[in-house]
């Protein structure tokens, strides 16, 4: 019962999240905003607003690899967002942009996610050692013990990276009415496609609570 509560459901959660933004961008990547704004334009214009000018716009390649990097002041947009004029595509990249803001006002948690990351992609490289590991050797406490810290450096990280995501994604939906970009029911469209986006972390969250869960579960039975 334990593996199927802490672990099954939640990569139940986290198809379903998966299922419900790539149900979302593609419902509304097929819906032209009235602006015309391509995603490039309006992630400039909520860093201009905010008197940014020294972040570089980039397009790359991939589908849904938007992101930004804080520590060289690049924001990088997926070609489909970059050139895009959908809700989909202006929302995606006005919460790119948002996290621009984030770093431009120093906000707390982007900061303590920042410090985070090379102890989690740490972490991240040795997780498929442990967990090939834990399949042959899962009597093995010391094995056990290091999933343990782990999952905890996994959890702690995506934690923090909840209020990061949804931060972000407020911004940017108050910069998109507040600037004109969209009007109307057009928020809706883009309300959906950043709810839904979030929920991914919320479910990346779960996951990693309920290894955690389950490993230290699986170290007290074993003592």
């Given at each position: 019962?334990?593996?199927?509560?802490?672990?099954?459901?939640?990569?139940?959660?986290?198809?379903?999240?998966?299922?419900?933004?790539?149900?979302?961008?593609?419902?509304?990547s097929r819906v032209a905003s009235?602006?015309?704004?391509?995603?490039?334009?309006?992630?400039?214009?909520?860093?201009?607003?905010?008197?940014?000018?020294?972040?570089?716009?980039?397009?790359?390649?991939?589908?849904?690899?938007?992101?930004?990097?804080?520590?060289?002041?690049?924001?990088?947009?997926?070609?489909?967002?970059?050139?895009?004029?959908?809700?989909?595509?202006?929302?995606?990249?006005?919460?790119e942009a948002g996290h621009a803001?984030?770093?431009?006002?120093?906000?707390?948690?982007?900061?303590?996610?920042?410090?985070?990351?090379?102890?989690?992609?740490?972490?991240?490289?040795?997780?498929?050692?442990?967990?090939?590991?834990?399949?042959?050797?899962?009597?093995?406490?010391?094995?056990?013990?290091?999933?343990?810290?782990?999952?905890?450096?996994?959890?702690?990280?995506?934690?923090?990276?909840?209020?990061?995501?949804?931060?972000?994604?407020?911004?940017?939906?108050?910069?998109?009415?507040?600037?004109?970009?969209?009007?109307?029911?057009?928020?809706?469209?883009?309300?959906?496609?950043?709810?839904?986006?979030?929920?991914?972390?919320?479910?990346?969250?779960?996951?990693?609570?309920?290894?955690?869960?389950?490993?230290?579960?699986?170290?007290?039975?074993?003592?």
């Open positions: 019962m334990e593996f199927i509560a802490l672990i099954l459901v939640p990569i139940v959660i986290g198809l379903y999240a998966q299922a419900k933004v790539t149900s979302a961008y593609e419902k509304y009235r602006s015309g704004m391509r995603g490039r334009d309006a992630a400039e214009a909520v860093m201009r607003s905010a008197g940014i000018d020294d972040v570089k716009i980039v397009s790359i390649p991939g589908h849904l690899t938007d992101h930004y990097d804080p520590s060289k002041k690049v924001l990088a947009l997926s070609a489909e967002n970059y050139d895009g004029t959908s809700l989909a595509a202006l929302g995606v990249a006005a919460h803001l984030q770093h431009r006002f120093r906000y707390a948690p982007l900061n303590l996610r920042m410090a985070l990351v090379p102890i989690t992609n740490f972490a991240c490289s040795l997780l498929p050692i442990v967990m090939l590991g834990g399949f042959f050797l899962f009597n093995n406490l010391m094995t056990i013990y290091i999933g343990i810290g782990i999952y905890i450096i996994l959890a702690v990280f995506q934690l923090v990276t909840l209020p990061v995501e949804f931060n972000a994604s407020s911004r940017a939906k108050a910069q998109l009415k507040g600037l004109g970009i969209i009007e109307g029911s057009e928020a809706r469209g883009v309300d959906d496609v950043l709810d839904a986006a979030a929920f991914t972390y919320v479910a990346a969250f779960i996951s990693s609570l309920g290894w955690l869960l389950y490993l230290l579960s699986a170290a007290n039975s074993r003592r």
